[in-house]
C-alpha cells in the first residue's frame, strides 16, 4: 500500500469516508437493503435489518438483580427479569445479521454534577432514602453510578465484544448522551427497543428517537415494567397509536431463520 492508496476513515464502515495524500472520497458504501417483515397484530411490517440497530435499556443489576436498588426499596424485580430469556435467545441472532447491541443503563457521574434536584427527588424524596448515588446498604455498589455493580447489565445478558455501551442520565437516553451520534454514524434508520421499565425509560427513549426522525419498534415479548398492568397496556396502546410498532422477539428470530 502506498500513501495514494484510500483507506477508510471513520468508526463504522457504513458512515466512513476514504481518504489518502491526494484524494478523498464522501461516498458512503451502502449494502442493498435487507428486507425482513415482521407481524403487529393484523399488520405486516417490513424492516431494513442492515441500517437496523436495537437498544436495550436498564437491563442492569439495580432494576432486574434481586440484591439490586429496586428490591432493596421492596420492588418485586421478576417482572423486570422476564425480558432476560427472549434477550439470550435474540441477541445473539441479531450479532449474526450484523445488527448492532447497543445497552442503554443508567450510569450517572459519582459527583452527579448533571443532574437537577427534580431528578434526584423521585428516588430520594425526603432526602434521606438510598436515592442516585447511595451506597446500597447490602453490598456498598452505588445506585445507578457508572462503573458500580449496580449499573452494570445483569450476568445472564453480559454484552459480547464489538456491543456498544451508552450511559443515560434521565428516563431519556438522548439527553446529554451521544446515543444519537452512534446511531446516526451507524447509519441506523430503525431503532429495535427492549428492556424496562417499558413505560418510563424504555417508551421515554423510544418516543425521543422518532422525535428525532427514527422508526421504532417495541418488541414487547423483550420489554417489561415493575409498574401496574395497566400501564404496560397503556403504554403498548401509545407506541401503536402514536409512535411506532409493536412487534415480538420470537417473530423476529424466525424471520432471521427463515433469511438465513
Same mark, same amino acid.
Given at each position: 500500500?502506498?500513501?495514494?492508496?484510500?483507506?477508510?476513515?471513520?468508526? #463504522?464502515?457504513?458512515?466512513?469516508?476514504?481518504?489518502?495524500?491526494?484524494?478523498?472520497?464522501?461516498?458512503?458504501?451502502?449494502?442493498?437493503?435487507?428486507?425482513?417483515?415482521?407481524?403487529?397484530? !393484523?399488520?405486516?411490517?417490513?424492516?431494513?435489518?442492515?441500517? %437496523? =440497530?436495537?437498544?436495550?435499556?436498564?437491563?442492569?443489576?439495580?432494576?432486574?438483580?434481586?440484591?439490586?436498588?429496586?428490591?432493596?426499596?421492596?420492588?418485586?424485580?421478576?417482572?423486570?427479569? =422476564?425480558?432476560?430469556?427472549?434477550?439470550?435467545?435474540?441477541?445473539?441472532?441479531?450479532?449474526?445479521? @450484523?445488527?448492532?447491541?447497543?445497552?442503554?443503563?443508567?450510569?450517572?457521574?459519582?459527583?452527579?454534577?448533571?443532574?437537577?434536584?427534580?431528578?434526584?427527588?423521585? +428516588?430520594?424524596?425526603?432526602?434521606?432514602? %438510598? @436515592?442516585?448515588?447511595?451506597?446500597?446498604?447490602?453490598?456498598? *455498589?452505588?445506585?445507578?453510578?457508572?462503573?458500580?455493580?449496580?449499573?452494570?447489565?445483569? !450476568?445472564?445478558?453480559?454484552?459480547?465484544?464489538?456491543?456498544?455501551?451508552?450511559?443515560? +442520565?434521565?428516563?431519556?437516553?438522548?439527553?446529554?448522551?451521544?446515543?444519537? *451520534?452512534?446511531?446516526?454514524?451507524?447509519?441506523? %434508520?430503525?431503532?429495535? #427497543?427492549?428492556?424496562?421499565?417499558?413505560?418510563?425509560?424504555?417508551?421515554?427513549?423510544?418516543?425521543?428517537?422518532?422525535?428525532? @426522525?427514527?422508526?421504532?419498534?417495541?418488541?414487547?415479548?423483550?420489554?417489561?415494567?415493575?409498574?401496574?398492568?395497566?400501564?404496560?397496556?397503556? %403504554?403498548? +396502546?401509545?407506541?401503536?397509536?402514536? +409512535?411506532? #410498532?409493536?412487534?415480538? @422477539?420470537?417473530?423476529?428470530?424466525?424471520?432471521?431463520?427463515?433469511?438465513?
Amino acid at each position: 500500500m502506498t500513501d495514494r492508496d484510500l483507506v477508510p476513515l471513520g468508526a #463504522f464502515a457504513q458512515n466512513a469516508w476514504s481518504v489518502s495524500a491526494a484524494e478523498v472520497s464522501l461516498v458512503r458504501a451502502r449494502d442493498a437493503a435487507r428486507p425482513v417483515t415482521l407481524g403487529d397484530r !393484523d399488520r405486516k411490517v417490513t424492516l431494513d435489518i442492515g441500517r %437496523t =440497530a436495537i437498544v436495550v435499556v436498564d437491563m442492569q443489576n439495580d432494576f432486574c438483580h434481586p440484591q439490586g436498588w429496586l428490591a432493596h426499596i421492596g420492588v418485586d424485580v421478576a417482572p423486570c427479569r =422476564a425480558p432476560i430469556a427472549p434477550l439470550q435467545a435474540l441477541l445473539p441472532m441479531l450479532r449474526e445479521a @450484523g445488527v448492532p447491541v447497543i445497552w442503554l443503563n443508567w450510569g450517572n457521574r459519582p459527583d452527579r454534577a448533571n443532574l437537577p434536584p427534580s431528578v434526584l427527588h423521585v +428516588y430520594d424524596p425526603d432526602g434521606r432514602s %438510598t @436515592g442516585i448515588g447511595k451506597p446500597l446498604p447490602g453490598n456498598g *455498589a452505588h445506585v445507578l453510578e457508572e462503573g458500580s455493580w449496580a449499573a452494570a447489565v445483569v !450476568d445472564e445478558l453480559a454484552p459480547a465484544p464489538g456491543d456498544i455501551a451508552v450511559s443515560k +442520565y434521565r428516563m431519556t437516553g438522548f439527553q446529554d448522551t451521544e446515543l444519537e *451520534a452512534i446511531l446516526r454514524n451507524l447509519d441506523v %434508520t430503525t431503532v429495535l #427497543f427492549a428492556g424496562v421499565n417499558a413505560d418510563q425509560c424504555v417508551l421515554n427513549t423510544l418516543t425521543d428517537a422518532v422525535a428525532r @426522525g427514527f422508526d421504532a419498534v417495541l418488541l414487547e415479548d423483550c420489554s417489561a415494567t415493575s409498574s401496574p398492568a395497566f400501564c404496560m397496556e397503556a %403504554t403498548l +396502546y401509545n407506541v401503536r397509536q402514536c +409512535y411506532g #410498532f409493536v412487534c415480538d @422477539g420470537a417473530d423476529l428470530r424466525a424471520a432471521l431463520e427463515a433469511g438465513a
